[in-house]
Structures are given as C-alpha cells and as structure tokens.
C-alpha cells in the first residue's frame, strides 16, 4: 500500500482548518496559521479578546451583521506574534478564508507576504491594498498535491 504524504500548502491547510475549530464564535469558525520557511510562527482563531466572555457564553454582538465581540483568526494570529516575541516578516498566512480588510491591513504591517485562503470572501478595498503592498494572494486548491511516502 502507498501512503500520500501531503504537499506543504495542503499540509498548512489542514492545520489551519483544525485551529478553525477552536474558534468560540459560531458565526463563523475561521483559522489562520503563519508559517515560514516550512515552520509554523503562529496560529489564530476567532474568538473573544483575553478575559471577555466568549460569544459562545453570552452570544455575539452584532453591528451591521458583524460580530463585534470575536477578533478575526488572522488578527489573533498576528498578536500571538506580537505577544510571543516573533517576527511574521516574509511569512505566508494559511486562513480557511479569505481575509478581510482590516484583517489584510494587519497581515500587511505584520510582513506577510503571502496569503493562502479556502473559502472565498470577496472583500474589493482588501485586495486592492493587499495587490498594492505586493502580497501574494492564491486560492487553494491541492496547490502542490499528494506525494507518495
């Protein structure tokens, strides 16, 4: 029998889509993992800030439909960054969706340089600052495949 070792995006994916379901907001469960030269730097998901109630235990807060109360999986894997002491530049984001734009605004100061998203979610102001700021952004889609082991 052949095992299929998966290729680095799909590999990344996988993980990003496990970080989605620790999320605590059931608007949406969105996981992002920031990796570079093939280790992972960081991971996020949505969820409440440190010390507040999570949406799950008091339910969300919404303003024109948004959920006030989660912080998006990328921002809180930014801030673990910043939280833990490392550097993000040059990374690439693995995010089981497409960021949004105040999400792609951090991931363009943190220094990704790359972003990898599965579900779509059309934001025309963030590409256009994400294309301005020459960050990669790519659909996913078994980019590199199954390799045999």
Sequence with gaps: ????????????????RTVATRATCPRASVGAVLVREHRILTTGYNGSPRGVAHCTEVGCTLLNDHCMRATHAEANAVVQGALHGVNLSGSTAYCTHQPCVNCSKLLISAGVQKIVYDTAYPDPIAQELLAEAGVAVVPFAAMEGARPL
């Excluded at 029998?1 to 990003?16: C, K, S, T, V």
Aim: aromatic share 18%.
């Design 1 to 16: 029998m052949i095992l299929m070792r998966p290729g680095w995006d799909e590999y990344f994916m996988d993980i990003a």
